[in-house]
């Protein structure tokens, strides 16, 4: 079974609706992370927590919103879904303060804003 | 602002040769230099990492050189199999206030290597 699971894995909406992804981790770390990939822009941090009462923003947090449900879960929201939010969202998880720390991503949502 | 810039965008070698991947970056905090390995339809996952007192790591037949002073790091991947074809992000953390710990990623390398 997949350690950290994103549902849905694909998603079509329509601009200005509001949706939300979700992420869950069984790997028991305390660190989540939610970034979106763009073809020739690589990964971009949109938002992190590094526990339940954590909440950053990344590079890229205009438009999102994020809620930390629970160690295991972190959702991200669009509030108004938008054309140029259309890609590919991935949730990842890092353990805490582990010196060379490794982040374990989720499968990604693919997402079509119309 | 791209802090940690990655050539090629995509590269083609015979099975067999060897392919290279360079990434550059300008920010001194960084502190840990991983490479993360994706393949379609999967998330990235970390291939190999190296911190800047050294100046190579091998595993396998993946290597990282990394040139503190020149502030610039690459991947070099020997005997490259058809099942290396995959994309590749170079990346860069930097301790940021309260130790929150961020990676900056690279644009990605799309490597296809033929059989």
């Known amino acids: 079974d997949a350690d950290v699971t994103q549902t849905p894995r694909n998603r079509i909406t329509k601009t200005g609706k509001r949706i939300m992804l979700e992420c869950s981790q069984t790997?028991?770390?305390?660190?989540m992370y939610w970034y979106r990939q763009d073809p020739g822009l690589g990964l971009r941090l949109i938002y992190y927590?590094?526990?339940?009462?954590?909440?950053n923003k990344g590079e890229i947090s205009d438009g999102y919103s994020v809620s930390r449900q629970a160690q295991a879960k972190f959702s991200l929201s669009l509030e108004s879904a938008i054309p140029n939010q259309t890609a590919l969202y991935f949730c990842?998880?890092?353990?805490?303060?582990?010196?060379?720390?490794?982040?374990?991503f989720g499968p990604g949502t693919r997402l079509l804003v119309l | 602002q791209q802090q940690v810039k990655q050539s090629p965008q995509s590269l083609i070698v015979q099975k067999g040769g060897i392919s290279i991947i360079n990434c550059a970056y300008e920010?001194?905090?960084?502190?840990?230099f991983p490479w993360y390995q994706q393949f379609p339809g999967k998330g990235p996952a970390l291939l190999i990492a190296i911190r800047p007192d050294v100046s190579e790591k091998k595993e396998g037949r993946f290597t990282i050189s990394f040139n503190k002073s020149a502030k610039q790091f690459s991947l070099h991947i020997m005997d490259s199999q058809p099942g290396d074809s995959a994309t590749y992000f170079c990346?860069?953390?930097?301790?940021?206030?309260?130790?929150?710990?961020?990676?900056?990623f690279g644009s990605g390398t799309q490597l296809t290597v033929l059989p």
């Open positions: 790997k028991g770390h305390d660190r």
């Open positions: 990346a860069a953390r930097r301790i940021s206030s309260g130790s929150a710990r961020q990676l900056t």
């Open positions: 920010n001194t905090a960084f502190d840990y």
């Open positions: 927590s590094f526990d339940v009462k954590d909440i």
């Open positions: 990842a998880t890092s353990d805490r303060d582990r010196g060379l720390e490794t982040q374990y």
